[in-house]
């Protein structure tokens, strides 16, 4: 089932496109991260998404309907939170819950139950400005889970932690998306690949890439043969080899030539021939893939 649509949203600043008229649905279920280098438009798209921030166009339905009020279908961690230092993690979820409009019994249970879900049960008494980040973090999990919302939105959720804290949250994020539909967003590749299922690539305010993770890789995945050069000699060589047809793209870096092709059986047999019999020094010849960090350079090159 769809939970989430959206149409044609855009958010201007000024003269700032921040999101320029992106489209995209999340199926209950799914973990979906949202990708893209710094100022692609992520935080803003997740926002408008959380009901925090005003679409300046577009629209949002949630389960097949506009919301007049998201905020209680969402929980929301931003990208950087903001926790009174002097509460104790079971505080803020009190105070978390109250904001969110549970009521008093409720807020008490759950937020027991979501301290032990995220290991704070023995720290719950413990002022949050002792906590490590990636307690902080797995704070904030708690509290955007407080009103067992259907969709968890998380932006950047690994983003400032250590590689510890870091491990921490993802293998909670792993635990949480059993029962919770999740969209995160990230600007590191690897996280993405860990623990989606499906992606949606930002470049721009726009969405460059989306769908399921293994299709999208597997839709981009393209034979690359990699030659590496004892020196950047041979230039002259790898310029001439562009006119073959089953040569697509060649690209270079140092002493190093990725030539990707549209046949690899033909072309690895003409490159390697031309290779000796003009006795060209190479120190490596590999035959490779294309992997989704090659795509999202190439999205955000582009
Ligand atoms: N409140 C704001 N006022 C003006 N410009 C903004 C504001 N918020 C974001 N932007 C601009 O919008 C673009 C997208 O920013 P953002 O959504 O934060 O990207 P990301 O989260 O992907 O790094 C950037 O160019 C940023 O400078
Ligand atoms: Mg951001």
Redesign the pocket.
């Known amino acids: 089932m769809e939970l989430l649509s959206v149409t044609d949203l855009v958010k201007k600043f000024g003269d700032t496109n921040a999101v320029n008229g992106i489209t995209f649905n999340i199926e209950e279920g799914r973990c979906v991260s949202l990708l893209g280098s710094?100022g692609a438009g992520?935080?803003t798209a997740l926002k408008m998404l959380s009901g925090l921030l005003e679409p300046t166009s577009g629209s949002i339905y949630f389960q097949g309907t506009k919301q007049r009020d998201i905020r209680k279908y969402i929980g929301y961690l931003p990208?950087y939170p903001a926790f009174f230092n002097w509460m104790s993690g079971k505080e803020f979820l009190i105070f978390a819950a109250e904001l969110a409009k549970v009521n008093r019994k409720e807020a008490e249970k759950r937020s027991e139950e979501l301290l032990e879900r995220v290991g704070l049960l023995d720290a719950r008494k413990r002022k949050i400005g002792g906590y490590s980040g990636g307690m902080k973090q797995r704070l904030g999990l708690a509290q955007a889970l407080i009103h067992r919302p259907k969709l968890l939105i998380l932006?950047?959720p690994v983003s400032a932690l250590d590689p510890l804290g870091r491990r921490e949250v993802l293998d909670m994020m792993r635990e949480i998306k059993q029962e919770t539909t999740i969209l995160f967003?990230t600007h590191v590749l690897h996280d993405a690949q860990e623990i989606s299922d499906d992606i949606l690539i930002m470049n721009n305010g726009e969405i460059a890439i989306s769908g399921e993770l293994e299709t999208v890789m597997e839709q981009y995945r393209k034979p690359i043969i990699r030659i590496e050069f004892e020196s950047a000699e041979s230039l002259e060589w790898l310029n001439r080899i562009e006119i073959y047809s089953f040569v697509s793209v060649v690209n270079i870096q140092g002493n190093v030539a990725s030539i990707e092709l549209t046949d690899m059986e033909y072309g690895r047999q003409i490159l390697l021939e031309e290779i000796v019999n003009q006795r060209l020094p190479i120190r490596k010849f590999e035959l490779v893939q294309t992997t989704l960090e090659d795509l999202f350079m190439e999205v955000v090159k582009a």
């Open positions: 710094n992520k935080t990208q932006d950047e967003s």
